[in-house]
DNA sequence: TTGTAGGCGTTATCAC
DNA sequence: GTGATAACGCCTACAA
């Protein structure tokens, strides 16, 4: 009494076609054990299957195998244009090898990463690519034991699970410079949340390299978003304003948060790039069709993907591979956003205006909170 | 001998545990059998299986029940900004129901988006949402032959297929009601590929609502787009100017397409919205933030998926549904990029000048192209 | 209310 | 080189 059965084929009908047992079917389809197969039989095998449309059924195959080419894709919210391309990158790759993605998002709420993760497992997947995990998340080391892990963009302190993050060091330390060049030394920062690696890294680098570059600040000026979205990047622009502290430019942690502040400024009447530069990081789309276009950091999204596709598969098929921690390099790229602060003022501007932001001897802006 | 066997416990290890059998655990566990089963024994059940941390193994009960709880979810590139709020209102809606989503891209080749499908198949998907459809698609129509299939953003001419539209034409009719009422009667349009229904119901609806508005078109003035990105959008507004018929607005069938016209026109010193009016459609993320903010169509992106998904679990799980095709409603963002034709030009702009694009009498720009 | 048995489609390990 | 057989873990008539 068949119950299922799609009306789709099984070995058993190639087999009923060609006049073989199933078992020699499995071997004539697979791989790894055809060698053993007489060439005509293959062939027979070969049209048979044709013949028939046959598709090996996946979850046979996997409850025999325990394999599912199978990969658990975990994102905060797939929705922020950072993890596209990444996940693109991903898929692709996978794609490559015959495997498959599932994708979960958790909207950065570590209990969801949990929850997804516990929804992916019993789908017998083979592998774990997490782009949501938080700096040190002991959680994430607890629910992705026994199962290949690489954190993609993101990391967490735990050196077991391979990741593919982005040199986001090298990046502040590129932006500081540029800012540097263009007679920038009153640096302030919008960091990012510092639960999160790539925040936490940025802001680090911030602080580092302005010391390197002895820029002018004797303590950091900076404020921090609770997440790397536009919103934030207002509100912690307007902190800026009201801390009071005098900046000519700042560096934001990432694009979206630069493109708040660009936002929050203007309606305060500081015009960015005019009044302040501004930077940003990960050059999203659009990026580069805002006004003004964005300095930022471009940074390889889709090949991080990529590599963390390539791990993973590479630590499922080959036994014990040792954890991977590749870094990808970045880049900077100049727009309209930044602009000198020792040359002459463009032409066209009509106020030219070289003093700080928040500078005493120049209060070109009310701010409304002190009223 | 066991080869597989993660360590993952079984059905069988608790009823062990239990000190009962293997079937009383599969029907204690299971919603739809456990009436049958002493509320002592589903307790002592539920505590084992707790303890044990068992999660079922969804190759086995897929195998057996051929159902996966997975559906394909196929979109031309998740990097486009459209797609990402789709593919999270299937995911939400999926994962409410205890289903999972599989993604494949196929960047808008018809060839790939088969081989998507035909690599979800042997997966026993139980459903396929395909954001992905060419309009009047056989071949859509072929290969998810005998599953449930729901397209979504887009539709085939299949009615076969349920789908998940918005309501393109009420968009257009209140982009160019709008644009008339700002005075603009010479409006251009900016179309998207016709191989796509919404390319083509943008585009139909601007030819209808052009004459049932009156506009002094007396043919359709439009360029065609053959992707929906900037380039293209660049590429048609080119094709505007070399054309060399008058017009003061363009009404772009996506937001990607009317930055790219932003761009390109702005090349030629032709200024958005002061010298030509530009609209978008889709009211994708950022679209506020750009300058000039573009005015547009809002589109409820997660809602689509979100119908979609809900759309598919029904079809899955209640035999014999009947098609659907839900159309959802749109409304106008009116923001800076379109301005009227009639009211006295802003004070803050240097050279007003309300005459058409292309019209001899005044020719501000000087065609590269005729040169 | 619970136990028994058989099978879903594939693969691995035998034996021939 | 090919066939037979026994799992993999779960589900479901049917029997008790």
Redesign the pocket.
């Given at each position: 009494?068949?119950?299922?059965?799609?009306g789709?084929p099984?070995?058993?009908d190639i087999?009923r076609d060609v006049?073989?047992?199933?078992?020699?079917?499995?071997?004539?389809?697979?791989p790894?054990?055809n060698?053993?197969?007489?060439s005509?039989?293959?062939d027979k095998i070969k049209r048979a299957s044709a013949r028939r449309d046959?598709?090996?059924?996946a979850?046979?195959?996997m409850?025999?195998?325990?394999r599912s080419r199978t990969i658990g894709v975990v994102v905060p919210d797939i929705t922020d244009p950072v993890f596209p391309p990444i996940i693109r990158g991903i898929e692709d790759a996978l794609a490559h090898h015959g495997y498959v993605a599932i994708l979960a998002n958790t909207d950065g709420d570590a209990r969801r990463q949990t929850l997804a993760v516990e929804a992916l497992r019993p789908r017998g997947i083979d592998g774990l690519i997490l782009a949501s995990v938080m700096r040190d998340d002991a959680e994430a080391t607890r629910i992705a034991a026994g199962i290949p892990t690489v954190t993609v963009s993101r990391s967490t302190g735990d050196p077991q699970f391979s990741s593919v993050v982005h040199d986001e060091d090298d990046g502040f330390r590129r932006i500081l410079t540029h800012l540097a060049s263009l007679g920038h030394r009153a640096i302030a920062s919008i960091a990012g949340p510092q639960t999160i690696s790539t925040g936490y890294n940025r802001y680090s680098s911030y602080v580092r390299h302005s010391e390197l570059l002895g820029l002018g600040q004797d303590r950091p000026l900076a404020s921090f978003a609770r997440a790397f979205n536009e919103m934030e990047g207002e509100r912690c622009a307007e902190e800026l304003l009201v801390a009071g502290r005098p900046f000519t430019a700042v560096a934001c942690a990432n694009d979206r948060l630069a493109v708040g502040a660009i936002t929050a400024f203007r309606r305060h009447g500081i015009h960015c790039p005019h009044d302040v530069s501004i930077t940003g990081f990960n050059d999203m789309p659009l990026a580069d069709r805002l006004s003004p276009a964005l300095t930022t950091v471009s940074v390889q999204h889709y090949q991080a993907g990529l590599q963390a596709a390539e791990r993973i598969i590479d630590m499922i098929e080959n036994a014990n591979v040792t954890p991977t921690h590749i870094v990808l390099p970045v880049g900077l790229i100049v727009r309209t956003s930044t602009r000198s602060l020792t040359r002459a003022p463009d032409k066209e501007a009509g106020h030219a205006d070289t003093s700080p932001i928040n500078d005493n001897k120049n209060s070109r802006h009310k701010r409304e909170e002190e009223l």
């Open positions: 009494m068949r119950k299922t059965r799609n789709r099984t070995m058993k087999a006049g073989v047992h199933v078992s020699t079917i499995s071997r004539a389809l697979n790894k054990s060698h053993a197969v007489s005509e039989l293959m046959y598709r090996p059924n979850a046979a195959a409850l025999r195998t325990n």
